[in-house]
């Protein structure tokens, strides 16, 4: 085991601590610490700014986000969704009592295949829920070509498309409506915190009221709602976040190109390209190792750990390999061909504002090592 200080797969970008302590003051001041207070108010317009959205409904986390969305367009019956995804996507579903039926993805994008939905809709369907996998836009137009002629409702866990961009404008503005996290360990955080991008203010009223108990005033609660509320101190580190956002996506990107260019020549890694995008976050740098590597994928994982490396095999195992899932007919492997060997395949490697560029080169030469 080497000595060194780990390189974990990510790590929370954190402006300078002293910077946050005026925005601390101000809510010890005013004593408002949640009920969408200033803070709050304040990161919700900032947020339509940057992302280029008009409504936005901000939350305590993402998975609660994605349980409200499903909520908000009472979606029922089954969703058709992707296996290669963080477990909260289907997990969002059961908690509202909606069948899963998985389907698989394109070996392009790792994102779900449109060829592949219209064979799995029956009369119970009522949506898709496609995933922007590590950021990399899913086809928007075919899915939504789909869901017109099936009449389906479309919403996107963007967990991981946090300002990406597609056609000059934000991908989260396709679908019903998109699902944002926050989590410290996406490319923007406020230590855990979501948002919904709402298409209009009545869908935003909604949302906001089903994240709060269904509250409309002291008196009148028109709906079973749950506390979805973002904290005053997460929205208040959110605004001061929104300062450091672009120069933490540059140094992002500055890491991709580096190592792609020094894994360019070696044999038996394969790196995911372009999904079409205009603008990327880099939030991952998957790398998919292939059957010409001499090492297999967990072999490879182990020899990167041993050298105090932690990449993360992200998504492995698929959600339909999960013992709440693999009873399905649609979570069958023979079914799902294509992420099936993907997990298999799939490591994300160090990727964060702080890492080095010695860091990166060296994790790159004992990848390339083991290839020779």
Not at 229 to 248: C, P, R, T, Y
Not at 271 to 284: F, K, M, R, T, V
Request: proline residues 6%.
């Amino acid at each position: 085991m080497s000595n060194s200080k780990p390189i974990y797969v990510t790590q929370p970008y954190l402006p300078p601590l002293e910077d946050f302590y005026p925005y601390l003051q101000q809510i010890w001041d005013n004593k408002i610490l949640t009920n969408g207070g200033p803070f709050h108010q304040q990161l919700e317009q900032a947020l339509c700014e940057y992302l280029g959205v008009d409504h936005l409904a901000l939350f305590s986390n993402g998975t609660l986000a994605l349980v409200t969305a499903l909520q908000a367009l009472r979606i029922t019956g089954e969703v058709i969704t992707t296996p290669y995804s963080f477990v909260a996507t289907a997990h969002s579903l059961l908690w509202n009592g909606i069948k899963p039926v998985f389907v698989d993805v394109d070996p392009d994008t790792l994102n779900l295949d449109p060829a592949k939905i219209e064979a799995a809709i029956t009369p119970h369907t009522t949506a898709i829920m496609p995933v922007h996998c590590y950021g990399n836009p899913c086809n928007v137009e075919a899915i939504q070509k789909i869901a017109d002629n099936y009449n389906l409702r479309v919403i996107y866990d963007a967990a991981h498309a946090f300002g990406v961009k597609t056609d000059g404008g934000s991908v989260l503005r396709h679908g019903d409506l998109s699902v944002l996290s926050f989590h410290a360990t996406k490319v923007f955080n406020t230590f855990e915190g979501g948002a919904i991008i709402c298409p209009d203010a009545k869908t935003k009223t909604r949302i906001d009221h089903l994240k709060n108990f269904g509250f409309v005033d002291e008196v009148t609660v028109v709906a079973p709602g749950i506390n979805g509320k973002m904290s005053e101190i997460n929205a208040a580190f959110g605004v001061l976040q929104l300062h450091h956002i672009d120069e933490a996506i540059a140094r992002r990107k500055h890491i991709d190109e580096l190592y792609r260019t020094l894994l360019s020549g070696v044999r038996g890694i394969s790196c995911l390209g372009n999904a079409g995008q205009d603008a990327s976050n880099y939030s991952y740098f998957p790398i998919l190792v292939e059957d010409d590597y001499p090492l297999k994928r967990d072999e490879l994982f182990q020899k990167l750990r041993d050298q105090n490396i932690i990449a993360r095999r992200y998504f492995y195992p698929l959600i339909s390999d999960f013992p709440m899932y693999r009873g399905l007919p649609s979570a069958h492997r023979e079914n799902l061909p294509v992420a099936t060997r993907a997990a298999q395949q799939i490591m994300c490697l160090p990727i964060y504002p702080k890492l080095s560029d010695d860091d990166a080169t060296r994790i790159v030469q004992i990848i390339a090592e083991t290839s020779k």
